[in-house]
């Protein structure tokens, strides 16, 4: 008879397990990583697996979630710290080189993240989305610092800077300089 984990040993594979799926999602995308790939990196059996996931989209899913809530509190954080439109900038130009690093969170009209979003669960796609709308409202719900123009305008302005990475790799110029000139020089006509 196989012995269990203990509560540490399960928390460490289980953080094994999402830093595995991170890097393997970034490297070769949701459909070509598979189980026995994650499972050997975290030292664990493919049976062992589903002790931790039911299954390999409720761990994508989950490692989804994980990075937007890093992300977003990252940005809060330097938000919250700098509290006036260099603030803003900052922020916008931390989540652009998360972006970078973690390419599925931009990839979202590509076939390997739609049969992903097919298969998880209707309570992770909610997740998605809420994580979706607390980033929106960390641009959106400044007190100290009002739009210049319309906050649809400005939140499609934002949204397209960021979303500019999925051209990162035909720029003629290095693209982190370039969204950083970008936003330093758009942001004071979408903030007061």
Same mark, same amino acid.
């Given at each position: 008879?196989? /012995?269990?984990?203990?509560? /540490?040993?399960?928390?460490?594979?289980?953080?094994?397990? $999402?830093?595995?799926c991170?890097?393997?999602?970034?490297?070769?995308?949701?459909?070509?990583?598979?189980?026995?790939?994650?499972? @050997? *990196?975290?030292g664990?059996?493919?049976?062992?697996? +589903?002790?931790?996931?039911?299954?390999?989209?409720?761990?994508?899913? &989950?490692?989804?979630?994980? !990075?937007?809530?890093?992300? #977003?509190?990252?940005?809060?954080? !330097?938000?919250?710290?700098? /509290?006036?439109?260099?603030?803003?900038?900052? %922020?916008?130009?931390?989540? #652009? @080189? &998360? +972006?970078?690093?973690?390419?599925?969170?931009?990839?979202?009209?590509?076939?390997?993240?739609?049969?992903?979003?097919?298969?998880?669960?209707? &309570? *992770?796609?909610? $997740?998605?989305?809420?994580?979706? @709308?607390?980033? *929106?409202?960390?641009?959106?719900?400044? %007190?100290?610092?009002?739009?210049?123009?319309?906050?649809?305008?400005?939140?499609?302005?934002? #949204?397209?800077?960021?979303?500019?990475? $999925?051209?990162?790799?035909? *720029?003629?110029?290095?693209?982190?300089?370039?969204f950083?000139?970008? !936003?330093?020089?758009?942001?004071?006509?979408? +903030?007061?």
């Amino acid at each position: 008879m196989a /012995r269990g984990f203990t509560e /540490r040993e399960k928390e460490n594979i289980r953080k094994n397990l $999402k830093d595995a799926c991170k890097q393997s999602w970034t490297r070769y995308g949701y459909k070509k990583t598979s189980v026995d790939e994650l499972c @050997r *990196q975290a030292g664990i059996s493919k049976g062992a697996f +589903y002790l931790f996931f039911e299954s390999k989209e409720a761990l994508f899913g &989950e490692v989804l979630c994980l !990075v937007q809530e890093q992300i #977003y509190n990252a940005a809060a954080e !330097v938000i919250k710290n700098q /509290r006036d439109k260099n603030g803003i900038a900052e %922020a916008l130009k931390l989540i #652009y @080189r &998360e +972006y970078d690093k973690n390419n599925f969170l931009y990839n979202s009209d590509s076939a390997d993240f739609i049969i992903l979003i097919n298969k998880i669960s209707e &309570e *992770q796609k909610k $997740k998605i989305e809420e994580s979706n @709308r607390m980033s *929106q409202q960390l641009f959106l719900d400044q %007190a100290d610092l009002k739009f210049k123009v319309d906050a649809d305008l400005a939140m499609s302005v934002i #949204y397209s800077l960021i979303m500019s990475i $999925k051209n990162k790799d035909i *720029q003629p110029y290095n693209h982190i300089k370039t969204f950083d000139f970008m !936003v330093d020089h758009l942001i004071d006509n979408l +903030y007061e």
